[in-house]
T-cell receptor, first 114, second 112 residues
Framework: KAGVTQTPRYLIKTRGQQVTLSCSPISGHRSVSWYQQTPGQGLQFLFEYFSETQRNKGNFPGRFSGRQFSNSRSEMNVSTLELGDSALYLC?????????????FGPGTRLTVL | AQSVSQHNHHVILSEAASLELGCNYSYGGTVNLFWYVQYPGQHLQLLLKYFSGDPLVKGIKGFEAEFIKSKFSFNLRKPSVQWSDTAEYFCAASGGSYIPTFGRGTSLIVHP
């Protein structure tokens, strides 16, 4: 069974630009979550999608948005990039997104904002 | 506010030493607890999880964790570490709603 895949793996952008990251979950998984990982803040929850609907949202500004398609693939968009958005963005999928479900993480997209 | 604290940010051990990584959580009501591991160059993966039943949970690769409700703790243990256990370890918790909270992580280095 293929794991969670994320593209691209590395990205360099400049302040003010926008970026779109993609995540393909494990086949059969309907819940996709996104996290931001930085050395200073650790892993922080961005949002979770289930059946094309945003079901949960963390404490991030509206510049961070996402969507999920009917095949459960998900995209995350960050508009008007700031230097502080430089981070590793992780995607995780689970069967149904229940609190007890195991999440399976992808390798991440390393975003650098210059 | 819900939070997860990992006491040790960096731990250095020799092979065959015993390991205990501390994790304390601040959650009201039902809590689900997880330990994840990230080996160098690899994805985050689940080591073990607890959501009910026996408070002593056994995971992969000889790891175990004990849920002590009175202490709000979920410490990770391994009786004898190996060089291959060198990794970053994350404790996480989720409550009645889905949104999980992760600790800052503990970097473990095991010398052969």
């Amino acid at each position: 069974k293929a794991g969670v895949t994320q593209t691209p793996r590395y990205l360099i952008k400049t302040r003010g630009q926008q970026v779109t990251l993609s995540c393909s979950p494990i086949s059969g998984h309907r819940s996709v979550s996104w996290y931001q990982q930085t050395p200073g803040q650790g892993l922080q929850f961005l949002f979770e999608y289930f059946s094309e609907t945003q079901r949960n949202k963390g404490n991030f500004p509206g510049r961070f948005s996402g969507r999920q398609f009917s095949n459960s693939r998900s995209e995350m968009n960050v508009s008007t990039l700031e230097l502080g958005d430089s981070a590793l963005y992780l995607c995780a999928s689970s069967l149904a997104g229940a609190p007890t479900d195991t999440q399976y993480f992808g390798p991440g997209t390393r975003l650098t904002v210059l | 506010a819900q939070s997860v604290s990992q006491h040790n940010h960096h731990v250095i051990l020799s092979e065959a030493a015993s390991l205990e990584l501390g994790c304390n959580y601040s959650y009201g009501g039902t809590v689900n607890l997880f330990w994840y591991v990230q080996y160098p160059g690899q994805h985050l993966q689940l080591l073990l999880k607890y959501f009910s039943g026996d408070p002593l949970v056994k995971g992969i690769k000889g790891f175990e964790a004990e849920f002590i409700k009175s202490k709000f703790s979920f410490n990770l243990r391994k009786p004898s570490v190996q060089w291959s256990d060198t990794a970053e370890y994350f404790c996480a918790a989720s409550g009645g709603s889905y949104i999980p909270t992760f600790g800052r992580g503990t970097s473990l280095i095991v010398h052969p």
